[in-house]
């Protein structure tokens, strides 16, 4: 730093009265040191961090290496480097949520309240029955015209023999598997049914503990982790009747589908990753392997494998399944939702899942009922008209050639996504929809709000980079965990709760856009909707809506509900999906 650098004011040691800040980049890292003795706030740190980061026009990772007093670690000069560009844009969010007036009242946010058809045939072919719905495959159960045993070894066979090509699967569990399938079998033929999802095989995203195997959260230094719970969702499919085939892969710590032996496939183009961080759950189901498949979502990990994979996924309001069992990212946004094929069958999983279990002090009781007693075209359907609207031509003129031509692929296929989009809206009106504009919080900046996750995920794994052995996971580029974790060591505690608070005002502005609709269509990745809906809490089913004539790969459209409100979710979903077919289309692999 500068000895040039004009002297900044701050807060004194003992918080009484002003002071400054010395220029000089060794008098300002003892003041700092100073403050710190004196048990000065991060608040003050940031105050200093800031000023020196507008005059010099970016942070620099000398700035980060004064500054890693504050978090008790040291980090090297490559790591210094990947954060810096993160630390300044954090510095600036922090100025945006410092703009927003906050009572002394707001709170942060810690609670969020806020079909039959006749039977079908065994079909010829093994790879249809295998793209079956649960609804069918169970009515083939119930018959005996197949049996369990028979699916879990089609499934078991399948994952065996796609797997190579897809890398879904961190675990066959075929021991476990055959010895639920024949109990499954045992009880049907004796007329004891336990409900639709008897004896029907399914995968568990390997963040579910599941005892005596493995649950590794695709990282590697978790690989050979066996943990002794057993997740809640485990305990309650089983209950059912499910029979789980395997552990499906995980991007390390939940971020996208890199995990550390492979990165997964999407069966649509298996150029492509599968996206995460559900992205064995998402390929496993595309491809046929499973039934059904249990995701998670923080912020878009179920919404962006189902777009990537064309499956159908259903992100719950938060608290609605227990999360007892399974990873934690982030204590207040994680949440667990089914990834199937239609959106009848999420619903089908979701009622076996949802309600409180005693162990997670999140997980609520609410009424869920499927099939709907409502009518789907009695509901109201909001929309968001410009996240509609066609993305204005990027200007290319000071990038690379290679930038340039990047960008312009980019901005086609989004123009690309938009008309599948309105034709969608289109589709919607035709099944008798009226469609309501609705306009979205935006007194606040949304992105900085993320501070909220990478805090929480940096606590989660604190011990894993104070030891050093986030060195072991795949990924150490910028946008990945371990360089996020570090930046998450320099978040202040002001900041973190400053955000929770504005966070509590959104969560009421929110609910007050939806009051007039039951249920919002929104392009899956408009605006900054996804990371609003999650930090809200709302729930989502994404759905695939349309497939790109470049490459055939899907594109998607999201339904978000009130709180609580999964039933007028699914119902529309369910409609528009029996009306347009998408979801019926099989990957090419």
Same mark, same amino acid.
């Given at each position: 730093?500068?000895?040039?650098?004009?002297?900044?004011?701050?807060?004194?040691?003992?918080?009484?009265?002003?002071?400054?800040?010395?220029?000089?980049?060794?008098?300002?890292?003892?003041?700092?040191?100073?403050?710190?003795?004196?048990?000065?706030? #991060?608040?003050?740190?940031?105050?200093?961090?800031?000023?020196?980061?507008?005059?010099?026009?970016?942070?620099?990772?000398?700035?980060?290496?004064?500054?890693?007093?504050?978090?008790?670690?040291?980090?090297?000069?490559?790591?210094?480097?990947?954060?810096?560009?993160?630390?300044?844009?954090?510095?600036? #969010?922090?100025?945006?949520?410092?703009?927003?007036?906050?009572?002394?009242?707001?709170?942060?946010?810690?609670?969020?309240?806020?079909?039959?058809?006749?039977?079908?045939?065994?079909?010829?072919?093994?790879?249809?029955?295998?793209?079956?719905?649960?609804?069918?495959?169970?009515?083939?159960?119930?018959?005996?015209?197949?049996?369990?045993?028979?699916?879990?070894?089609?499934?078991?066979?399948?994952?065996?023999?796609?797997?190579?090509?897809?890398?879904?699967?961190?675990?066959?569990?075929?021991?476990?598997?055959?010895?639920?399938?024949?109990?499954?079998?045992?009880?049907?033929?004796?007329?004891?049914?336990? /409900?639709?999802?008897?004896?029907?095989?399914?995968?568990?995203?390997?963040?579910?503990?599941?005892?005596?195997?493995?649950?590794?959260?695709?990282?590697?230094?978790?690989?050979?982790?066996?943990?002794?719970?057993?997740?809640?969702?485990? &305990?309650?499919?089983?209950?059912?009747?499910?029979?789980?085939?395997?552990?499906?892969?995980?991007?390390?710590?939940?971020?996208?589908?890199?995990?550390?032996?492979?990165?997964?496939?999407?069966?649509?183009?298996?150029?492509?990753?599968?996206?995460?961080?559900?992205?064995?759950?998402?390929?496993?189901?595309?491809?046929?392997?499973?039934?059904?498949?249990?995701?998670?979502?923080?912020?878009?990990?179920?919404?962006?494998?189902?777009?990537?994979?064309?499956?159908?996924?259903?992100?719950?309001?938060?608290?609605?399944?227990?999360?007892? /069992?399974?990873?934690?990212?982030?204590?207040?946004?994680?949440?667990?939702?089914?990834?199937?094929?239609?959106?009848?069958?999420?619903?089908?999983?979701?009622?076996?899942?949802?309600?409180?279990?005693?162990?997670?002090?999140?997980?609520?009781?609410?009424?869920?009922?499927?099939?709907?007693?409502?009518?789907?075209?009695?509901?109201?359907?909001?929309?968001?008209?410009?996240?509609?609207?066609?993305?204005?031509?990027?200007?290319?003129?000071?990038?690379?050639?290679?930038?340039?031509?990047?960008?312009?692929?980019?901005?086609?296929?989004?123009?690309?996504?938009?008309?599948?989009?309105?034709?969608?809206?289109?589709?919607?009106?035709?099944?008798?929809? /009226?469609?309501?504009?609705?306009?979205?919080?935006?007194?606040?900046?949304?992105?900085?709000?993320?501070?909220?996750?990478?805090?929480?995920?940096?606590?989660?794994?604190?011990?894993?980079?104070?030891?050093?052995?986030?060195?072991?996971?795949?990924?150490?580029?910028?946008?990945?965990?371990?360089?996020?974790?570090?930046?998450?060591?320099?978040?202040?505690?002001?900041?973190?709760?400053?955000?929770?608070?504005?966070?509590?005002?959104?969560?009421?502005?929110?609910?007050?856009?939806?009051?007039?609709?039951?249920?919002?269509?929104?392009?899956?990745?408009?605006?900054?909707?996804?990371?609003?809906?999650?930090?809200?809490?709302?729930?989502?089913?994404?759905?695939?809506?349309?497939?790109?004539?470049?490459?055939? &790969?899907?594109?998607?459209?999201?339904?978000?509900?009130?709180?609580?409100?999964?039933?007028?979710?699914?119902?529309?979903?369910?409609?528009?999906?029996?009306?347009?077919?998408?979801?019926?289309?099989?990957?090419?692999?």
């Amino acid at each position: 730093m500068s000895d040039i650098l004009p002297r900044q004011t701050a807060i004194t040691p003992s918080g009484r009265g002003r002071s400054e800040v010395p220029t000089s980049g060794w008098a300002r890292r003892d003041f700092l040191t100073a403050l710190a003795a004196a048990g000065a706030g #991060g608040a003050v740190f940031t105050r200093a961090l800031t000023a020196l980061a507008q005059e010099a026009g970016a942070v620099s990772p000398e700035m980060i290496r004064q500054a890693e007093w504050i978090s008790g670690m040291e980090f090297t000069e490559e790591e210094r480097e990947l954060m810096a560009d993160g630390v300044g844009e954090a510095i600036e #969010g922090y100025t945006s949520l410092r703009a927003v007036p906050l009572d002394n009242g707001v709170p942060p946010a810690l609670r969020f309240d806020a079909t039959g058809r006749g039977p079908v045939s065994r079909p010829d072919a093994e790879e249809d029955l295998a793209f079956m719905t649960i609804a069918e495959r169970g009515g083939l159960l119930r018959r005996r015209v197949v049996s369990s045993e028979q699916l879990t070894r089609l499934y078991l066979e399948r994952l065996q023999r796609y797997d190579p090509v897809l890398r879904c699967v961190i675990t066959l569990t075929p021991d476990l598997a055959l010895e639920q399938a024949r109990r499954a079998d045992r009880e049907i033929a004796s007329g004891q049914i336990r /409900g639709p999802l008897h004896g029907i095989p399914w995968g568990a995203k390997d963040l579910i503990s599941v005892p005596g195997y493995p649950t590794t959260w695709g990282a590697a230094p978790y690989r050979d982790q066996v943990r002794p719970e057993r997740a809640t969702v485990a &305990t309650r499919l089983e209950v059912a009747g499910a029979v789980l085939v395997a552990k499906l892969s995980v991007g390390a710590l939940a971020w996208g589908d890199v995990w550390f032996d492979a990165t997964t496939k999407n069966p649509w183009n298996t150029e492509q990753g599968s996206s995460g961080s559900s992205a064995g759950p998402g390929s496993a189901t595309a491809a046929g392997l499973v039934g059904f498949s249990i995701g998670t979502e923080t912020w878009g990990s179920i919404v962006s494998p189902s777009t990537r994979c064309g499956v159908t996924g259903l992100r719950p309001t938060f608290g609605r399944v227990s999360r007892h /069992g399974v990873m934690a990212l982030s204590w207040s946004m994680d949440k667990i939702g089914p990834m199937c094929r239609s959106a009848e069958d999420c619903a089908l999983v979701f009622r076996e899942l949802h309600g409180s279990d005693g162990l997670d002090p999140s997980a609520v009781d609410a009424p869920f009922a499927w099939p709907a007693t409502r009518p789907a075209t009695e509901l109201r359907i909001g929309y968001v008209p410009e996240l509609f609207e066609d993305p204005d031509e990027p200007d290319t003129a000071d990038m690379s050639q290679e930038e340039a031509g990047q960008t312009r692929a980019e901005w086609r296929n989004s123009l690309e996504w938009r008309v599948f989009d309105r034709r969608t809206l289109d589709e919607l009106r035709d099944l008798g929809f /009226g469609l309501i504009p609705v306009t979205l919080p935006s007194e606040y900046s949304i992105r900085p709000l993320g501070i909220i996750l990478t805090a929480e995920a940096s606590t989660a794994f604190d011990e894993l980079t104070r030891t050093g052995r986030d060195d072991l996971l795949v990924r150490q580029i910028e946008n990945a965990w371990p360089n996020e974790f570090r930046q998450g060591q320099l978040i202040p505690a002001v900041e973190y709760i400053r955000a929770n608070r504005i966070r509590s005002l959104l969560m009421r502005d929110m609910d007050a856009a939806l009051a007039d609709v039951d249920v919002l269509v929104t392009p899956s990745f408009g605006g900054d909707q996804l990371l609003l809906t999650n930090l809200t809490g709302h729930p989502a089913t994404c759905l695939p809506n349309g497939f790109r004539s470049a490459d055939g &790969t899907p594109t998607s459209i999201t339904f978000v509900g009130r709180l609580f409100g999964e039933t007028d979710v699914l119902s529309v979903a369910s409609a528009w999906q029996e009306a347009t077919g998408y979801h019926c289309r099989r990957p090419p692999v």
